[in-house]
């Protein structure tokens, strides 16, 4: 669904939706190794128990601990909530990618309004250097500009009724918004409904999606009413999300976004409103009395809540665009292995991904990574996804890359090796990240080769 939601120009073709693919393929792979891992100690642990010797005892191999097992950065559900609201976290690189690779359109009514009268505070404030949230409403496409098709089409998620949006939708897609690849709507108020309804929402989401593989259609939850975490909106808001999270899909949780204020601090057990209100005040006047002069309190005209409401759903809505662009989010320098139990003659993916780093992206980085004892390197397997730089396995087993992170903001460095050993092995594979000046650490990924010699052969030997 998500990674062919975008035009050809980010589909498999680039290097951004490339490193996505193979994520997900991690991540897919990861899920059935990590039992197959836990299972397989477990067992061998057991059969120790049972024999009462130790690994020592049988041979010289070293004695295992289950190293953990790293998750790579992988393709899930996309979620807008209230911790994507801080801009400074977003690379400059994926906002200039989500206005240059984004066609959207935006079908609402007042509530709806909110992230784009934001955005328009945004595009005329101090923040917008250079234009950077530039945007028009009437989807022109224009170098620089997001395209961004607003109030198209007509009406909303539940106005005139519940099917309706939907048939505009595609009579829009296969006519005038044929160039179209985000598609947005939202509630006015019409998620606070029954069970039913909302499976009505889903299956007509799920039914575009299935037959316009080429659009990103985006989910949203419903705008706060006062009914607080055991109202009826509040659990079919969860019915949304949930929805979303099974189906790998992408939401802008409007609902959780006004539940809290800039600060984490939480309001929907105090039965919150979409105008900010909550039993004991007005969240949004509260903290912008105790933040004069914020950018989030930028005044606006903001359709039924406060302008801290609508400046927070601006911020989010560009996050969103960014992750559409192909933004990993604020992860985390890792490395990851495509398998964490191999045996003899089996090749392991490595990944190496860089990224956050406290040096700025045009501080130059150097990558170094050894292949270990017991693992063969795949020549010719390094490769490097964005930054800016080279790398190097002329001296393998030590691998290499140097260079700068801009403009991308992350570099993913993947290879192959093979193992060769025969024997029962914790191996350590361990990646040196060095930005002279800034910072120097290293990353591990560790696997289990030839697991299974090490528990099989005591099981045996105290059989009857």
């Known amino acids: 669904m998500l990674l062919g939601a ?20 991690k991540r897919r792979n990861m899920k059935a190794t990590k039992v197959l891992a836990i299972v397989t100690t477990c067992v061998f642990l057991a059969a120790l128990s049972m024999s009462g010797l130790s690994i020592a005892s049988e041979a010289d191999e070293p004695a295992l601990e289950a190293g953990p097992a790293i998750d790579g950065a992988g393709s899930e559900p996309i979620i807008i909530d209230h911790t994507c609201t801080d801009l400074s976290k977003i690379p400059d690189y994926w906002i200039e990618q989500a206005k240059d690779l984004l066609r ?25 250097v250079g234009g950077l949230y530039d945007f028009n409403t009437n989807g022109a496409i224009q170098a620089g500009i997001l395209s ?21 939708t595609r009579n829009y897609l296969d006519g005038s918004g044929s160039d179209r ?19 009505i929402y889903l299956n007509l989401m799920n039914d575009l999606e299935q037959d316009y593989p080429d659009v990103t259609f985006v989910y949203m939850t ?89 400046n927070l759903k601006a911020r989010a809505f560009w996050w969103m665009l960014a992750r559409l662009a192909g933004w990993a989010g604020p992860g985390e320098t890792a490395k990851v292995a495509s398998t964490i139990t191999p045996t003899l003659g089996d090749t392991v993916a490595y990944t190496v991904t860089v990224q956050n780093l406290t040096a700025p992206l045009t501080a130059t980085v150097y990558i170094t990574d050894t292949v270990p004892t017991g693992l063969t390197y795949v020549p010719g397997s390094l490769d490097v996804a964005g930054g800016t730089g080279a790398y190097d396995d002329s001296n393998a087993p030590e691998l290499t890359w140097s260079g700068v992170l801009s403009p991308t903001s992350m570099v993913t460095m993947t290879y192959q090796a093979q193992v060769t050993t025969a024997s029962p092995a914790e191996i350590v594979n361990t990646a040196t990240i060095d ?3 800034y910072q120097t650490f290293t990353v591990t990924a560790t696997i289990i080769v030839n697991p299974h010699q090490f528990w099989l052969p005591f099981v045996l030997r105290n059989s009857p």
């Open 222 to 310: 419903g705008h706060l009413v006062g009914t607080g975490e055991t109202g009826n909106l509040h659990l079919r808001n969860e019915q949304i999300r949930a929805f979303v999270r099974t189906n790998n899909g992408v939401l802008f949780d409007f609902a959780d976004i006004e539940s809290y204020d800039p600060d984490g601090n939480y309001f929907l057990d105090l039965d919150a409103d979409d105008g900010c209100n909550y039993d004991g005040g007005n969240w949004a006047d509260e903290w912008c009395a105790e933040n004069p002069g914020d950018p989030l309190c930028a005044s606006c005209s903001c359709a039924h809540s406060r302008p801290l409401n609508c």
């Open 148 to 168: 961004l098709a607003d109030y198209t089409p007509s009406g909303d998620l539940g106005n005139p009724d519940r099917y309706t949006w939907a048939t505009l």
């Open 435 to 437: 930005v002279p000046g």
């Open 104 to 128: 959207l359109s935006y079908g609402h009514t007042s509530h709806g309004s909110q992230p784009i009268t934001g955005m328009s505070v945004l595009e005329s404030g101090p923040l917008n």
């Open 6 to 25: 975008l035009p050809k120009t980010c589909g498999l073709t680039s290097i951004t939706e490339g490193w996505r693919e193979i994520a997900l393929a």
């Open 181 to 199: 690849n985000v598609v947005v709507w939202s509630w006015c108020g019409q998620a606070n409904t029954t069970p039913e309804n909302i499976d």
